[in-house]
């Protein structure tokens, strides 16, 4: 004999799923905004941590190419926040317009 289980699968409504949407939008706008700001402090700390490098023997020949690689890194975080903060921005205007 089988046992027939009476389970529901609920399904979330348009609210709730919305809700989510926003929600995860919200926190990578959040997210692009803290690598923006990362970005700006990598940029901000070059100038006073390259004397500091520039003092160990060991990568006194390499000064250009560890300076390259910071500002390189800077420019990501801030490409990358900037990308972020936008398409986030536009996600909103969208759901704005809908609603």
Request: charge should be positive; proline fraction near 4%.
């Amino acid at each position: 004999m089988q046992r027939q289980h009476n389970y529901r699968i609920s399904r979330p409504n348009r609210e709730d799923k919305n809700m989510k949407i926003k929600e995860s939008t919200l926190i990578q706008l959040f997210w692009g905004i803290i690598l923006i700001c990362t970005g700006i402090g990598v940029f901000y700390r070059i100038p006073q941590v390259m004397p500091k490098i520039a003092d160990l023997e060991t990568f006194g020949s390499i000064i250009p190419f560890i300076q390259f690689c910071f500002y390189l890194i800077g420019i990501i975080l801030l490409g990358g926040g900037v990308k972020k903060v936008y398409t986030n921005v536009e996600m909103i205007k969208k759901e704005r317009s809908k609603d």
